[in-house]
C-alpha cells in the first residue's frame, strides 16, 4: 500500500515562506494527491490538492498564498507556501486516494474522509 513521508515543516514568523515535501512510495495506480492540516481542537481539513489529470483546488483561505506542485513521476508533492499567517499554525499531512472521476465531479478533492492513505504529519508553527 502507499507510504508517505512529509517533511520541510518549522517555525517562521509571519509574512515568511515554507516548502512541505511529501514523497510518495509504493504507488502502483493514479492518485489525487492533497494537503491537509489540522489544528489543535479543530477538525481536519483540506488545503489543496491535485488530481491525476493535472486538476488543481486549493481552500479558499490559503488561495494566493499556497502552491501545490509534484514532479514529473507523480511521486513526489509539494506545497510552497508563502506570506505566512499564524492561522496557518497546525500539523500538516500528505494523502493520497485513488484518483477516479467521482473524486472531483462530487467536489471531494479536498474532502479529508475521501482519502485512504496518510503520512505521519509536519508540524508548521507561524510566530506573529
Known amino acids: 500500500q502507499p507510504r508517505l513521508a512529509e517533511s520541510g515543516g518549522g517555525t517562521v514568523q509571519a509574512g515568511e515562506s515554507l516548502r512541505l515535501t511529501c514523497v510518495a512510495s509504493e504507488l502502483t495506480y493514479k492518485y489525487c494527491m492533497g494537503w491537509f492540516r489540522q489544528a489543535p481542537g479543530k477538525e481536519r481539513e483540506g488545503v489543496a490538492a491535485?488530481?491525476?489529470?493535472?486538476?488543481?483546488k486549493y481552500d479558499d483561505r490559503v488561495k494566493g498564498r499556497f502552491t501545490i506542485s509534484q514532479d514529473s513521476a507523480k511521486r513526489v508533492l509539494y506545497l510552497q507556501m508563502d506570506s505566512l499567517k499564524p492561522e496557518d499554525t497546525a500539523m500538516y499531512y500528505c494523502?493520497?486516494?485513488?484518483?477516479?472521476?467521482?473524486?472531483?465531479?462530487?467536489?471531494?478533492?479536498?474532502?479529508?474522509?475521501?482519502?485512504?492513505?496518510w503520512g505521519q504529519g509536519t508540524q508548521v508553527t507561524i510566530s506573529s
Open positions: 491535485i488530481d491525476d489529470d493535472g486538476t488543481i
Open positions: 494523502a493520497v486516494v485513488h484518483s477516479t472521476p467521482a473524486v472531483q465531479r462530487l467536489g471531494l478533492m479536498l474532502d479529508a474522509s475521501t482519502y485512504n492513505y
